[in-house]
């Protein structure tokens, strides 16, 4: 038997057309042993047009012609006009009508060779979706430590931040976030606490110290009769201004509370635990 008839030959004569998997007119004719070549199959395919529906049969286009040529074997490049391709099924009716002493077995290999490409196809396909997944959740993972660290960038807390002359929203919102770090209690450490910082205090239910000189405390007094989470100390020992957030956390303010954002200053976040320890220490003496 011809070499031509070898299955893995002819899988290399399956190509895809519109979809399908289909064979030349020209291939058949030899695999099937047709003296005259095409003419044999076109002709044996007109005496029986009705059994070959477009499923199974179709003419290539121009288009279609010439981005299969690159494909063809050498001996395929001598095709001057455009053929006919036979799918599965076609390639099966035609053997069922030529008369030829090949047709019978080699319409066997054929279909054999027909199940190897689609085989290969759907192995092919499956590790192709097998390695877009693994692409996928590894880029998902990507995209889930992106979030992570986005998250945990946004966590942070925006302190150690250097404050100009008019930006007071900027410092008053950095103020309020600050305060709403607190879980229970909040130390405020200031010689000027005025209405601005009880107006604020007034929104939040924590437990609030309050360490001031006694300047303007006629503003607690009328505080103190409808709220009742703000205690107010008066000494003088203190100069700086801190705010203390569950005694865990330290807070240094350059400016009175009352004052940020009118001259240049900075906020910053104190990580010496002995400092906090200490602060807390001599905050706790004043009765």
Known sequence: MNELVKEEKIENMI???RGRQVMLDSDLAKLYGCKNGTKTVNLAVKRHLNRFPKEFYFRLTETEFNNLRFQFETTNNKIRTLPYVFTEQGCVQL?????TEA???MSVLIVNAFVAMRHYIMNNHTDLLINMDNRISANSNKIKQIENTLNEMNKKEKV???FFEGQIYDAYSLLLDILKRAKKE???IDNYIDKNILDILSKTNKK???YTNGYNNKDYYKYKKEYSNVKLIVTNIFHDRFIIIDRKKLYHSGASFKDLGV????ISKIEDKEILDNLIKHANMIK
Do not use: H
Request: hydrophobic share 60%; glycine share 0%.
């Open 15 to 17: 190509y895809e057309v």
């Open 95 to 99: 053997a069922s009508i030529l008369r």
């Open 103 to 105: 047709a019978d077995e």
């Open 160 to 162: 150690n931040t250097l």
């Open 186 to 188: 909040i130390i405020i």
């Open 208 to 210: 609030v110290i309050l």
């Open 263 to 266: 001259k240049c200053f900075a």
